[in-house]
């Protein structure tokens, strides 16, 4: 067994585009990451019209300021360190073999695993949902959009797709594959319980290098704490990968006046960045060696 810490192993880029607070003249002012002023007194969770707490708007990772403000009014969460089984581990060793990575990487260098020839990030392949889920940055933008048979959630990064049903329908037992998988939910009280299953076992989990089965099976829990603030408590299930359960917390804040942008190009198409900087590496790595 591996024990590895889900919380250490995310690459998450904590200070970019993470707001520092600001000094007005009458003191520091808590700010997000765009600089405005973030909302420090919080009303209660809003409802929809059928009664089900309303989990619609613009979420985003919370800022430097929030972070501490929810370090202060949220209880404490430790994260369940997971424990690797033989075959999870040889595949999480052997993705973060350490070597210094080739100049054509340039900034994106830092925090892609050891064998980057492995990253599916680097090699142009869709985000898994554990990746999209866990949050890819330090703003992270989705929407979520909420009926009473389904809710939708639009992330910002490649502007992935996600449909939650909850209008009572079963898994199909002939499901094909996919990226993100089929989820549908239920409400537990005032939590959204969702099982997703059905993921392509490509995509590593995070950028560190843990991998995942086809057997992997995503829980996840929504609960919106107050006005604009979203607790997400996501749980991988795997018995090939995972000697038991692995669990994290991720929270979300409220952003009424944002949208999540169509301006961000999806990675990888002809003449993109990405493109040209996995041509460049591969080319560095297997053939001008």
Known sequence: MTTHSFATSLVVAATLGSAVTAFAQGGPVAVIQDGTPA?????????????????SGVWAQPSTDESALLAKTLPPFRA?????TPWAAERYEYNRDARTAPPALGDY????????????????MPAGAPYLIAGWGSVSPSEIIQTDRRVLIHYEFDHNIRQIWTDGRPHPQDLEPSWVGHSIGQWDGTTLVVDTVGLRPEPWLNSGGH?????????????????????????LHDPKAFVRPWTRRILRRLRPTWDVSESINVRCYPGSEEQS????????????K
Do not use: W
Not at 42 to 49: E, L, Q, Y
Not at 80 to 84: A, F, H, S
Not at 117 to 122: G, S, W, Y
């Open 211 to 235: 991998v995942a089965s086809a057997e992997l099976r995503i829980e996840e829990r929504y609960r919106r704490v107050d006005s604009h603030t979203l607790e997400i408590m996501m749980t």
């Open 80 to 84: 369940t360190p997971v424990e690797l």
């Open 39 to 55: 909302v420090l007194k919080m009303g209660p969770a809003p409802r929809t019209p059928s009664g089900k707490p309303d989990l």
């Open 109 to 124: 260098a830092e925090g892609f695993g050891g064998r980057r020839e492995l990253n599916t990030m680097l090699r142009c």
């Open 277 to 288: 900087i996995q041509k460049e590496f591969f080319d560095d790595l297997f053939i001008h």
